[in-house]
């Protein structure tokens, strides 16, 4: 039976212990066979989870131009057209507070620090959450015009600190996305037979792509 050291961490992969190996020769992580062959994680990632999310992204699309006469511009792609309801903001909040890297990190962390772990991280979450609305709700009321806070840095302090802050905004999206998918990669691999970390990118890459190229950031 495996200890708590011998566990891996979900965001990098890493364990205190190398993956042992089950009666047919394959990798265990920890105490967690994998339970898929490639070809079947593929098909059930790609054409369930990825296929469902594509056909939702090009039905709400449709809708959006044949009932709502929706253009696809800059206020359609990023904001909802300017029309934020509550519970599109609930729905957003929900989603941000609960995406794949939290929860993998938040079980990484009780593994290894007990129940202290996760109530220490959600505390710092919450923190993050309970004020970005309000600075978000002060730059709605200050700028209603602007899409993004680029805008707003490059009509406030000019074309220098537009610039700083574009190269600081790609900078911390190429981090989160790295992120991303390190944890994705190592949860694929936990659950797939013989997976290589190229195979899992490339899941990652077209599950991922494939909906976002279609249905856009909104």
Not at 6 to 23: D, I, K, L, R
Not at 47 to 65: I, T
């Amino acid at each position: 039976m495996a200890t708590v050291s011998q566990v891996v961490s979900p965001t990098t992969g890493s364990s205190e212990c190398p993956p042992s190996a089950n009666h047919s020769g394959h990798a265990v992580y920890g105490s967690i066979p994998p339970v898929f062959e490639r070809q079947e994680a593929a098909l059930l990632m790609i054409l369930g989870f990825g296929g469902v999310s594509v056909l939702l992204a090009l039905l709400h699309r449709q809708v959006r131009k044949r009932v709502f006469h929706d253009d696809n511009n800059v206020d359609t792609a990023f904001d909802a057209g300017g029309r934020v309801s509550t519970s599109l903001t609930a729905v957003t909040v929900a989603s941000q507070f609960l995406w794949p890297g939290d929860i993998l990190q938040s079980s990484t962390i009780t593994v290894k620090t007990g129940i202290s772990g996760p109530l220490w991280y959600t505390v710092g979450a919450v923190m993050n959450i309970a004020l970005f609305p309000i600075v978000s709700v002060y730059l709605k009321t200050r700028a209603p015009g602007a899409k993004t806070y680029l805008q707003i840095m490059y009509a406030r302090y000019g074309r220098a600190a537009h610039i700083l802050f574009v190269v600081m905004a790609l900078m911390v999206n190429l981090c989160v996305i790295a992120v991303l998918i390190v944890a994705g990669v190592s949860t694929i691999k936990a659950a797939t037979v013989d997976a290589s970390d190229e195979f899992c990118v490339v899941i990652i890459a077209v599950l991922f792509g494939s909906y976002s190229f279609i249905g856009k950031v909104a």
